[in-house]
């Protein structure tokens, strides 16, 4: 009867509950004297050690009758999770991150990236390291980096529309001190020219040879568009620009240092 009781609470699968859990049943333990001749005990060996706790078959009823409450109740977290040790504390955080689909390492997050846009590799796997540290999901840690590339945009465009509006009121200023747009212009190209002529790099023979990458990585830091950015800038080299600019288009004037062969051939200033 009473085995027939237990199955019919628990189904096939047979719960045990250590000590603590079965309400009031028994203060007994040792070998399970009561069970007489149920052929479950006899199948089930480990069932004979989870009932040998309760002293009689009446203490065994009140253990199944409280583990069948305790099966009908919700679950519930720990009251106070400082009373929980390091281990708990572990496993919890685990099975907590696997309810919530976080990736099982940090090579697990994959990110949608807008088009035009590259990461540093670094950053990205430093980014990624910390997603899972924080038990972060793949879309939680998608919706930071969007926030974060959205920032870095708007900062972009703020700061390209500073930098236009500086260059722009810089060259007004210039095309005014030149007398024109015009000689702004040819002026504007020869100090670019006389710049790019400076980026050089000795070759094995010892002689200077033209540098694109440098005048590229220059160039970047010196011009907006097609226009200079500083009007200082387009000061103090507009004279030194055109005397090395020389008459007819040569590379070289009086009491200017030779420029580098090629200087005026880059992709850039054609």
């Known amino acids: 009867m009473f085995l027939n009781l237990w199955k019919n609470a628990f189904g096939p699968n047979l719960w045990f509950f250590a000590d603590g859990d079965g309400g009031d049943g028994g203060g007994g333990g040792g070998e399970l004297t009561w069970h007489g001749d149920y052929q479950y005990f006899t199948d089930n060996p480990d069932a004979v050690k989870a009932f040998s706790k309760y002293a009689d078959e009446s203490e065994a009823f009140k253990g199944a009758h409280e583990a069948i409450k305790k099966l009908g109740e919700p679950y519930r977290l720990p009251k106070n999770f400082d009373k929980l040790s390091d281990e708990q504390k572990a496993e919890f955080n685990t099975s907590l991150a696997k309810l919530k689909g976080v ?38 840690a998608q919706e930071i980096l969007d926030l974060q590339l959205g920032m870095v945009g708007r900062l972009n465009e703020e700061r390209d529309t500073a930098i236009k509006e500086m260059t722009d009121s810089n060259y007004k200023q210039f095309v005014k001190e030149c007398g ?37 990585a220059f160039a970047k830091r010196i011009t907006y568009g097609d226009r200079v950015i500083e009007l200082p800038l387009l000061r103090a080299l507009s004279d030194a620009a055109q005397q090395a600019r020389g008459q007819g288009g040569s590379p070289a004037g009086a009491g200017a240092g030779p420029m580098a062969a090629g200087a005026l051939d880059y992709p850039e200033m054609k």
């Open 103 to 140: 990736p099982e390492n940090a090579e697990g997050y994959e990110f949608k990236v807008p088009d035009g846009v590259s990461l540093d590799e670094q950053t990205l796997a430093d980014f990624k390291l910390l997603c899972h540290k924080q038990g972060k999901t793949t879309a939680e």
């Open 180 to 216: 024109g747009e015009k000689q702004a212009l040819l002026r504007m190209g020869w100090i670019k020219e006389f710049l790019q002529s400076k980026c050089t790099t000795e070759d094995d023979k010892g002689e200077m040879q033209p540098d694109p990458e440098m005048w590229e």
